[in-house]
């Protein structure tokens, strides 16, 4: 993603606990609430600061590219830094709920937060709490701001997007119901674009934006369209890497194959696989059994698909770079090279 300073980087990690303290502050001085408040406090550290913090340092890093000498204040990169943690949040109420559905191990390098044995499927009532979280956040820091309602249509219009692209991705791997015909690129595509790319490529663009002043539909219409491509280069990557890449680096145990994802990965097997690969697919795939898992991934070696994943990845980042040529308008071509540069050739 773009770049951002250590300065602003190390900011940026200390305002999350004051932003974690305006939220559960007053519930946590009321008798009522506050064993509540104090378990949502624990369940926010816990669930919120470990990730890359990209797409929030993202939010930073594009208000710096976008704003004007008057504007580049110290409140506002504050008020920046607000809304990249909002988006964090976002991501966090994902990954929660995410996680449960997707019956996942590991996230950041931890536990998922529903394994851990005092949580359990009270975890979806915490996702609700963080993703309230973040209105509270935008009424007591940003509600003064002429962007406020913009901000808050967008990221209701992001969670909703997002939800879609979820729904999408559960449909097409209903558990107990394989069918590898639903895994074609059309719908990969669509899965990619409404459940990713929105929330984590154009929102944190948008949001500085908006909070500059750019307002007008052309320019968020062009900012949209790169960042949407970038989105579905970033979440091949991420497929790839659930596959290939390095738990520890990574910070999670692959599982698409045994949860029967709609990988790009299994997408790019079935254009080229033979009837008898075919179906060792249809015999292994979708099956969370260590042997089976084994075998699909034999069949992907087979069929190289590293190879074919390492010529994907060169040929989009130049479609990329062409796409940023073309439609970057007014605004400044170099935040998007920084973000293409930030994530082309990434192992985590």
């Not at 993202?58 to 990169?77: E, G, K």
């Not at 830094?81 to 996230?107: H, N, P």
Request: aromatic fraction near 12%.
């Amino acid at each position: 993603m773009a770049e951002y300073s250590k300065g602003d980087a190390d900011r940026f990690n200390d305002v999350f606990q004051d932003l974690v303290r305006d939220i559960t502050e007053d519930d946590a001085a009321n008798p009522e609430i506050r064993d509540a408040a104090l378990r949502f406090e624990k369940m926010m550290k816990y669930n919120i600061p470990h990730g890359k913090r990209n797409r929030g340092l993202t939010t930073v890093a594009s208000f710096r590219f976008l704003a004007s000498p008057s504007q580049a204040t110290d409140a506002n990169v504050f008020k920046a830094m607000v809304l990249g943690w909002c988006v964090e949040w976002l991501q966090a109420y994902f990954l929660i709920s995410d996680d449960i559905m997707d019956q996942s191990k590991t996230r950041r390098g931890q536990p998922c937060w529903f394994r851990k044995a005092d949580v359990g499927l009270d975890a979806i009532n915490d996702s609700f709490f963080v993703e309230s979280g973040i209105y509270k956040l935008l009424k007591k820091h940003i509600a003064g701001e002429p962007y406020y309602v913009n901000v808050l249509e967008l990221f209701h219009e992001t969670n909703y997007q997002t939800v879609v692209g979820q729904s999408l991705d559960l449909i097409t791997s209903p558990e107990g119901n394989k069918d590898l015909n639903r895994f074609t690129q059309q719908r990969y595509d669509a899965i990619v674009k409404w459940k990713t790319a929105f929330y984590s490529f154009y929102l944190p663009v948008a949001l500085a934006m908006y909070m500059v002043g750019i307002s007008d539909p052309e320019s968020h219409k062009n900012a949209k369209t790169i960042l949407l491509q970038m989105g579905h280069f970033f979440q091949v990557q991420d497929d790839f890497l659930d596959c290939y890449g390095n738990p520890e680096v990574i910070g999670k145990i692959g599982t698409d194959i045994e949860e029967n994802k709609c990988s790009w990965l299994v997408v790019q097997a079935l254009k080229s696989a033979t009837p008898e690969q075919r179906e060792i697919l249809e015999e292994n795939y979708g099956i969370d059994n260590p042997a089976k898992v084994a075998m699909v991934k034999r069949l992907y070696k087979d069929l190289d698909l590293e190879t074919v994943y390492k010529n994907y990845e060169e040929s989009s980042y130049q479609d990329l770079m062409t796409s940023i040529d073309t439609h970057s308008g007014h605004l400044p071509k170099e935040m998007f090279v920084a973000y293409a540069r930030k994530i082309f050739k990434r192992n985590k």
